[in-house]
């Protein structure tokens, strides 16, 4: 089986705080990191080849340093890496990204399934799997949390629901997002790190995909953002004073004539 | 690119304070952009010497915007059950509807969906597409989206709103490239741009860290999907008249290549959640399991449900689907209890529209009271048995 994964590299949320003083985003120091959730994606990939044969490529669209980002990807289990950069693609939103995804994965040209994280934890959108899957007119499943069997060109999968979940059968090729629950990332194995060191990760332009300018970054792309804030929050900030046999006397009272 | 000026520019730093990305810097007295630059243009009008611009070639626009007119909510439902969120969306759609003089419409997709049209022209809906198709009976995305996507190619609403649930977020991206137009993920605020009409659409990005507002200038319909809770519905109106249209679809277009072999309803529980009046919430400061069970007797006195931050449930006092915020549930009940909880930004973003929100914490600066109506600093093993206490009283006399 031949599949696809599709990584971005992302600010790590753990650092990323906003200082509410100068209303930026301070990233002294944030390290960039794979997208947890295209880590998930990655694994089953690796597990899928470990079980049915085949090979995986991850793919990335990013700045040069993304580089690092693929590499890691290969020290925990990759065979291939790809990374699409151009500074035309600067600015793009969903749109434009699964045009400039859509034309590499054309280039890449034979593959039986694509894996893509639930969501990047920066633009937080989603909507690039769902996108790139209409690109590519394949089928496409959402929050994948099991792949439970492969048989042939099927492949029979659960997906996550807001009040359950689907079993779910599709013929390949096809796309799946994948969510957190579906399996524990293992860590890089030594023989992955060397295998890192050494690979030629192919780069790829806007004109290596044959793409059209017009349709690239932020000239291709169809939403704009006019601002960004800082979230207000709208509390009343009342602080209930006296003892605590005293505020909870005033909290009650305040609350009785809610319930 | 962001393009600079040098010689204008007088290293003021008003772009660097203004950058919400931390991608534009004063260097020995010229400001340098760096590749985080998301070319949000907020730098763009605040610089006084007029050093920065964008280089905007913009997207060509696509044939007439004018033929394009009228609000649409898809309307979701699932098992039978009309999900809230649509009406929700009817209560948005109508205000933006109004302000445009343009009539709301509601979009119906299923599979013995009988009553439910009625049900939303009562909730402000002028007019109901429904497709009735057993091949609509499971939600896939190929046969929602190709459904969806052929009316409105078909009618041409200016605006189309969706709820950002498990459904809207999986087949609205396909029903938007399909129609080669821009989508907002995730709104929490809508509003129609006095000028020109257009829908200003903002949504959290970065783990609801910032918020943005986004434009759709060169193609329509102009597509958002908004997450539940944060829109308010109208109130029923049962008098209210509307249309219903009966609309037979190609069956080659109802066709999915996914087929779903099983739908298993399990998570009752979150469901409850989300619907509950009163929701007690527990965090790190309840130190262990015990400690939780204080907060289920306080939500068991006052009849509501049971939530948590992230920390409580990675600590395994309690299961994923009672976790709110940012990667859980968004809530907005009447009122919400935080014990023990600091207030982090992602577990704001999932409760801070609750009407009155009670906070009970012993760190005076905890982040948590900025959203509180009312603020208590103590402990909560102190607090909560006498809370639990007063309520019994009030339920037993
Ligand atoms: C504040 C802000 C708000 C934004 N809001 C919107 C919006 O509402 N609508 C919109 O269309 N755009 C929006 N964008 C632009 C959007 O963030 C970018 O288009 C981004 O390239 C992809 O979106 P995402 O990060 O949300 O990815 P998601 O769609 O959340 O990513 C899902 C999966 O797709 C794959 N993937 C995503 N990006 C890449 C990549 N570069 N290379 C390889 N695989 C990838 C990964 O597997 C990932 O897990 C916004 C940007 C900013 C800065
Ligand atoms: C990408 C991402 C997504 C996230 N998503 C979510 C999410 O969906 N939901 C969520 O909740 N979090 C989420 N988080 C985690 C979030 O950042 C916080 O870490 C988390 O909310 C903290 O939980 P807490 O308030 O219970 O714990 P803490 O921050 O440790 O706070 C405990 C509080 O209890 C108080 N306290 C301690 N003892 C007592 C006592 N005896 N009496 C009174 N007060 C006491 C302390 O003063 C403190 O304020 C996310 C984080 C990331 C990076
Ligand atoms: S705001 Fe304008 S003048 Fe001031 S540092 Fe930035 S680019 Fe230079
Ligand atoms: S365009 Fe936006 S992201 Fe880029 S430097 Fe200016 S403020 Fe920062």
Redesign the pocket.
């Given at each position: 089986m031949k599949i696809i994964v599709c990584v971005k590299q992302v600010p790590d949320?753990?650092d990323?705080r906003l200082d509410p003083k100068t209303n930026t985003l301070s990233r002294e120091g944030v390290q960039a990191i794979m997208n947890?959730y295209d880590r998930h994606a990655l694994e089953e990939a690796v597990r899928l080849k470990e079980q049915y044969g085949g090979m995986v490529t991850v793919l990335s669209m990013g700045p040069p340093q993304a580089e690092e980002m693929l590499r890691e990807a290969v020290s925990c289990g990759a065979d291939e890496a790809v990374l699409v950069s151009d500074r035309a693609f600067a600015g793009a939103d969903t749109w434009a990204t699964t045009y400039t995804l859509s034309m590499a994965i054309k280039k890449i040209d034979d593959f039986d399934l694509i894996l893509c994280g639930k969501q990047a934890?920066d633009g937080d959108t989603a909507q690039v799997g769902p996108g790139l899957a209409e690109r590519l007119d394949i089928p496409f499943v959402a929050y994948v949390r099991k792949i439970n069997a492969c048989t042939g060109n099927t492949i029979r999968a659960e997906r996550l629901m807001d009040d359950g979940y689907d079993l779910v059968e599709v013929e390949l090729p096809a796309l799946f997002t994948v969510v957190k629950e579906i399996n524990e990332p293992r860590i890089p194995s030594l023989k992955g790190k060397m295998k890192a060191k050494k690979i030629d990760i192919t780069k790829l332009t806007a004109v290596d995909i044959e793409a059209d300018p017009e349709q690239l970054g932020l000239k291709g792309s169809t939403t704009q953002v006019v601002k960004v804030f800082s979230p207000e929050l709208k509390g009343a900030r009342a602080m209930l004073a006296g003892t605590p046999s005293e505020q909870v006397a005033q909290l009650y009272a305040k609350l009785s004539p809610l319930l | 690119m962001l393009q600079i000026d040098i010689e204008a520019c007088i290293g003021c730093g008003v772009c660097e304070s203004t950058c919400t990305f931390g991608a534009i810097k004063v260097d020995g007295g010229v400001a340098v952009v760096s590749e985080t630059c998301t070319l949000c243009g907020s730098c763009v009008d605040v610089c006084e010497v007029g050093a920065l611009s964008i280089a905007r070639e913009e997207k060509a626009t696509q044939g007439n915007l004018a033929d394009w007119s009228g609000v649409w909510v898809y309307a979701e439902c699932r098992h039978g059950r009309l999900a809230p969120v649509a009406l929700e969306l009817l209560g948005a759609g109508r205000k933006l509807a109004e302000k445009r003089g343009v009539p709301l419409s509601a979009v119906l997709l299923g599979s013995k969906i009988e009553g439910m049209a009625e049900e939303l022209i009562a909730y402000g809906a002028d007019k109901v597409f429904v497709v009735d198709d057993p091949a609509l009976a499971s939600f896939t995305d190929d046969a929602y989206g190709n459904a969806l996507s052929a009316l409105a190619k078909q009618h041409k609403p200016e605006i189309i709103l969706a709820g950002a649930t498990a459904i809207g977020r999986s087949f609205i991206p396909r029903v938007a490239t399909t129609l080669a137009t821009g989508l907002t993920a995730d709104c929490t605020d809508l509003a129609i741009r006095d000028e020109d009409g257009a829908l200003l659409q903002t949504r959290p990005a970065f783990?609801g860290n910032i918020m943005a507002t986004i434009v759709c200038p060169h193609t329509r319909p102009q597509i958002s999907t908004v997450r539940p809770l944060v829109m308010k519905p109208l109130v029923r109106d049962a008098a209210r008249k509307g249309e219903i249209m009966k609309v037979n679809l190609d069956p080659a277009l109802l066709k999915p290549r996914v087929k779903v072999l099983e739908s298993v309803v399990e998570d009752l529980d979150r469901v409850n959640l989300s619907e509950a009046d009163i929701v007690v919430a527990?965090?790190?400061?309840?130190?262990n399991e015990k400690g939780f069970a204080m907060i289920r007797e306080l939500a068991d006195v006052l009849g509501g449900a049971v939530a948590?931050?992230?920390?409580?449930?990675d600590s395994g006092w309690i299961p994923y689907p009672h976790?709110?915020?940012?990667?859980?549930k968004t809530v907005a009940p009447k009122i919400y209890i935080a014990?023990?909880?600091?207030?982090?930004?992602?577990?704001l973003?999932?409760m801070q529209s609750a009407d009155t929100i009670i906070a009970?914490?012993?760190?005076p600066d905890?982040p948590?009271f900025d959203v509180a109506t009312y603020g208590i600093v103590?402990?909560?093993?102190?607090?909560v048995p006498m809370l639990i206490a007063k309520f019994k009283e009030r339920k037993s006399a």
């Open positions: 949320a753990k990323v947890p934890i | 783990g527990g965090g790190r400061g309840l130190e948590a931050s992230r920390a409580a449930v976790q709110v915020g940012q990667t859980g014990c023990g909880i600091s207030g982090a930004i992602q577990h973003v999932g009970i914490n012993r760190d905890a948590i103590g402990d909560v093993f102190e607090i």
